[in-house]
């Protein structure tokens, strides 16, 4: 499904080059729930950005459902972004000017998709997250929580392959942080393939598959004796 | 504080350059468009004779009857015929009265390698310097009893002074006017009233300044045709004596009434001289009289030339345009530094500083647009010459009172501008934008 | 076009920034379309055909001094014979008046001569045989004056002459089937018939204010040569001797007799700087319009530029979401076109109404046309064009937001 080999990705300044990914290897298989995990800096989220097309990389290979993602243009781009990927935000990222309804419907208008079937999704993917009474609702009068399941709705809407979560908890209490990622769980059982980003060892944890960064590359934990202590003594700590 | 205020406003000048100079730039633009053509609106619309503006009065009589006023929406002619000048001349009603008419004599100088000038000069009586007020430099006006003798006596202008007699005391002496001598009763000092409000229907209301009057008795004896417009409903017949006797019209009568209740004396006056004339079988019409003080006559005469007005309107809408989009950019800049709102907000700014803070700085882009427009205005002065008459163009100054005005108006019409976004930036939280983004 | 109900929805939350928008853009149009229409107005006056040839023609302001007005005909006679005989010259004549002057003679006509009221006015030039070619009149039916019908007259008894000239607009006017040639005609209120003898294709009044715009063609010429204190000279010169004789005639005059006046100002002008100073007023209220319209224009266009570069700074992270979420760079681009085109379209809405308010108050104050739709429509198309030209920049600048930005925190 989502397929790097040899993947760098440099930011230069005036003065300085820095990697922000060096030699850069993973891959992940159609209905893998896998979670990214690393120190603040390491390189997680421009992993993240690079996967769902957000920005270029400098060197190496990036294939995406079968596709060499590298050469195609900004439009191409756009329209993979549209067709194959959901993103999930720390910071939600509702527009603060559209309605739950409106801010669902975003990407299903860049699709060029039928008013019928919008509206069908729409209310398909509100319903999932369990907030159809709240479509007529601005951003601004949901709560974190809330807020954060119709930017779900919103990646679910056009029945992504793959999902995309940055951070998805970062901004919520552990209650509504436990909804959310109850959530996912239960999306990823449906077969969607989901990628997420983040630093709390409980959430790993709960993923199918642990991919650890540091300094820009993947660190094989499976060789790893200090993060299968990590995952265990998350688990057990974990309430049932 | 305030001063804390002006540099911090000024600070935020330079930090967003562009916006700022766009919104200098309407503001100068649009307060230099209403100040230049305010300042022709001003010098059109002022009162030239503002002690006796209502004292002063212009009688209409109908002489024409209905069927001409009917073209008119019912006024009288603008000016009157001989027979009436004299009808009312004779009956004396007013404090002072004078019939006026313009005349165009030559003045032949004394130096016989000089060539005869002209200069505007009016036919009047002895009332008219005391009526309009003239002032003078030396001597004074001839006296009524020179009107009834019909005398070759003068009164000239300052500058006709100059040129005759290089600015000496010339009263007594002579000149010769078309080969006649007339002596020189009093020399007047300059006396420039705009608009010309003794005689708009000839000179549109503007116009060089008058240098030679006459006594309007000798202008008939010499047989003086007006310089100015004559009307005529029907064929006057041929000859001097036939236009005199005729209702063509061609006099300018002023009269001066020194209260309401002498005013509405001559009114009655008026109506019952014209019905007179209706009872001797001169007029075939009810009495259909009219009795204008200053403006009222200025008004009636359209002597603000509409030029004035409707590019003062196009002005006053521009800047209200401007003014709209200065709203727009102010929201803009204000609502920008929201963050440092809240950050304010938080350090214990409260809403009252928030105001002040952000008025005295949109009073600081207003003042910068006040000086751009003062330029823009001084540029817009000399560029009136192109559009207005030179005889009006000349009145427009730029002068101590426009230049404070147009300050005034910059600074007050942005900061008036300023409210809303103000009041939108007040209303940002304390350190709300710290929360979240 | 595709999204114009979000676009709204999101409009309704940017109350301030939209009304102001819209409002500058109503107010704009009201004013620039009847800006645009005065100059229109202007312009169409300064156009006017006054009928004559007007390059190499001089006009001279004549007044006598210390002569009876009655005793001044072989003073003119012999002027006009001075003038004709001046190298340079080509032709010259002794006339009342003539077109852009102002002030000149104005009488009814009437084609019977118990009609109460007269059919039209026309102004009256008193000329003689030598009027057409100096003037460069064209004449298109009938015959000139010959020098023997030319008769001296005191301006204050002037009578119908039996034989006079018209304008082909007089002729037509009062004779509309055409055949106004040879026909008889009563000038000036008398009953004294006057036949047409020749018919000139066009000649302007004196005056170019708009009280005579309703006999602006309608002139006759009379074969009298005026008395009286003051009189106008109107001198041809060989092509290309105007200067020269712009000289050498007032000087050849003073020669002649000193008792005379030509005034400093106006008394010597060529027909340009008649024609210049006659519609000054007009040419500087277009330029001043246009000066107006422009800046305007351009004000209004950078106000949008500034709203909505601060409405493009302000959304930054939610076009980054968009972009992350799918819409390409043009959807980006259309989204800030269409925004702009939907609150332009409310403005001219407003405006429109404005500007036809607007011109119905200035009709009622001053003496002014109605305003033609045309204007209003090619007005509108302008603004809309404008906004669209003005928001294309932020808006460029908005499509350039990269997608990442969605993932950046403040």
Known sequence: MLKMTHLSKVYRTEVVETYALRDFNINVKEGEFVAVTGPSGSGKTTFLTIAGLLETFTGGEYHLDGVEVSNLNDNARSKIRNEKIGFIFQAFNLIPDLNVFDNVEVPLRYRGMKAAERKQRIMDALERVGLASRAKHYPAELSGGQQQRVAIARALAGSPRLLLADEPTGNLDTQMARGVMELLEEIHREGATIVMVTHDPELAARAQRNVHIIDGQVVDLAEDPRFHHAVHAARNNAPA | MFAYYIQLGLRSLRRNPLLTALMVMAIGFGVAASMTTYSVFRATSNNPIPDKSSQLFVPLIDNWGPEDAAQNKGEPPEAMSYTDAMGLMRDHRGKRQTALYPVAPSVIPADASLLPIRESSYAVYADAFAMFNVPFLYGGAWQSADDEAHAATVVIGRKLNDKLFNGANSVGREINLDGRNYRITGVMDTWDPQPLFFDPVNTSGFGDPIQLFIPFTRAIDLKMATNGNNNCNKHAGEGWDAWIRSECVWIQYWTELPDETAAAGYRDYLRGYAAEQQRSGRFHWAPNVRLYNVPQWLDHEKVVPQEAKVSLLVSLGFLLICLVNTVGLLLAKFMKRAPEIGVRRALGASRKEIYAQFLIEAGTVGLAGGLLGLLLTGVGVFGVTLVFDPDIARLARLNVSLIALTLLVAVLATVLAAFYPTWRAAQVQPAWQLKSN | ?410
């Open chain 3, 1 to 410: 076009m595709l999204q114009i109900k979000p676009i709204l929805a999101a409009l309704k939350r940017h109350k301030a920034g939209t009304i102001l928008i819209a409002l500058q853009i109503a107010l704009t149009l009201a004013i620039v379309c009847n800006a645009l229409f005065i100059i229109q107005q202007r312009l169409d006056r300064i156009a006017r055909p006054t009928g004559m040839i007007e390059t190499d023609l001089l006009t001279l302001q004549n007044r006598w001094v210390g002569v009876d007005d009655e005793k001044t005909g072989p003073l003119i006679r012999a002027d006009v014979q001075a003038i004709r005989q001046l190298p340079g010259v080509e032709d010259a004549i002794s006339i009342n008046s003539y077109p852009l002057r102002g002030g000149g003679w104005s009488t009814g006509v009437r084609t019977n001569p118990d009609a109460k009221k007269s059919e039209t006015h026309t102004t009256q030039y008193f000329v003689d045989d030598h009027a057409l070619a100096t003037m460069g009149l064209k004449l298109v039916a009938g015959r000139n004056f010959r020098s023997d019908e030319i008769v001296e007259m005191d301006p204050k008894a002037v009578v119908a002459s039996s034989q006079i000239m018209v304008t082909k607009t007089l002729a037509d006017k009062l004779f509309p089937d055409g055949s106004g040639l040879g026909k008889v005609v009563y000038v000036d209120d008398g009953t004294k018939p006057s036949t047409i003898i020749g018919i000139v294709e066009r000649l302007e009044v004196p005056w170019n204010s708009s009280w005579s715009d309703t006999f602006l063609d309608n002139a006759v010429l009379l074969p009298y040569q005026l008395t009286g204190g003051g009189t106008s000279y109107m001198v041809r010169s060989k092509p290309g001797q105007l200067a020269a004789i712009t000289k050498s005639v007032p000087e050849t005059l003073y020669k002649l007799n000193r008792m005379r006046v030509i005034p400093s100002e106006r008394g010597v002008r060529t027909y340009d700087v008649v024609r210049a100073q006659a519609y000054k007023s007009d040419r500087g209220m277009a330029i001043l319009m246009g000066v107006v319209c422009l800046v305007l224009l351009a004000i209004t266009a950078a106000g949008i530029v500034g709203l909505t570069s601060f409405w493009v700074g302000q959304r930054r992270k939610q076009i980054g979401v968009r972009r992350a979420l799918g819409a390409t760079q043009r959807d980006i681009l259309s989204y800030f076109m269409t925004e702009n085109l939907l609150i332009g379209v409310a403005g001219v809405v407003v405006g429109a109404l404005l500007a036809i308010g607007m011109n119905l108050w200035l009709v009622t104050q001053f003496e002014m046309a109605r305003l033609s739709l045309v204007y209003v429509a090619v007005g509108v198309v302008a603004l809309l064009l404008l906004g669209q030209g003005a928001v294309l920049a932020p808006a460029m600048r908005a499509a350039r937001v990269p997608p990442v930005e969605a993932t950046r925190s403040v």
